[in-house]
């Protein structure tokens, strides 16, 4: 039983080494990277880090299509848990054990950086906390599931279970695909608490999200094709429409 840890990559140079380093401390099985176009050097740190199973692509396709290419890549390579974290020293990764230890009988366990638990308590810009909240929200009325944070992107999923979904976003909004899919599934899903960190509060997202409003209308209009294409294709109703 092989579990892996999946990173996207995009521009990460000033962070990667010591996130790799991190990783590392507490994951001794396969790594999976994909760097997506990077042009500031991440590619060489990866090239020189021993033993990382590099997806490489020209031109950046953003990233949801990086989650799900790292999902296609555990699933060839028949993983049995795989964790998704980031490298820009947003995740902990001294909780890489806690997350493949706790997943248990889910099938997906996503770290919450909103269920208090006094780990790290950095406030979030607040267009991004606000979105967050409608968003999530807006996913428990759809599915009746009870999650505290949407776009967390620290989470473990069962393999297995990541076969069943079919994923296409190649953008932010992916994490809501998720959540409509997994319900649609019958996956089990459960949050655990992560730190919140938000040291540079200048990070953009680019391709035009950047404005809040922008972004809320592109999150929602991901969240009501994925619940129209749902109940249109499966036996699955939204609790509530959005
Ligand atoms: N492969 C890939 N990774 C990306 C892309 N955009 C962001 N990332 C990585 O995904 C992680 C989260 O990105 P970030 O912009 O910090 O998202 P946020 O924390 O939700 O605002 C970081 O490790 C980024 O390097 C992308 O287009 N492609
Ligand atoms: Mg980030």
């Known amino acids: 039983m092989v579990n892996a840890v999946i990173i996207p990559v995009y521009n990460e140079a000033a962070t ?28 060489a740190i990866l090239d020189n880090f021993p033993g990382i199973d590099i997806i490489r692509r020209p031109v950046n396709l953003g990233y949801g299509q990086a989650i799900i290419d790292g ?29 493949f230890g706790g997943i248990g009988q889910l099938d997906t366990l996503s770290g919450s950086r909103y269920l208090a638990d006094g780990l790290g308590q950095d406030q979030p810009p ?28 620290f989470k473990c999923y069962k393999v297995e279970a990541l076969k069943g979904l079919s994923l296409d976003e190649p953008g932010y909004a992916m994490p809501l695909q998720f959540w409509v899919q997994a319900r649609a599934l019958g996956l089990k899903v459960g949050e655990i608490p992560v730190p919140r960190i938000y040291k540079n509060l200048d990070r953009t997202f680019g391709g035009g999200i950047d404005d809040p409003a922008k972004r809320l209308e592109y999150y929602m209009n991901v969240l009501e094709k994925e619940v129209k294409r749902w109940s249109m294709s499966s036996s699955w109703e939204p609790i509530r429409t959005i």
């Open 16 to 43: 990667l080494p010591g996130v790799l380093a991190r990783i590392r401390e507490y994951h001794a099985g396969p790594l999976i990277a994909v760097d997506d176009g990077s042009t500031d050097g991440s590619g």
């Open 71 to 99: 999902f296609k890549r555990a699933v060839e390579k028949g993983y049995n848990l795989v964790i998704t974290i980031d490298c820009d020293e947003q995740h902990e990764p001294a909780l890489i054990p806690a997350m």
């Open 126 to 153: 607040e267009n991004r906390r606000k979105i967050n909240v409608a968003v999530t929200a807006a996913i428990n009325r759809i599915t009746g599931y009870q999650i505290t944070d949407s776009f967390c992107g």
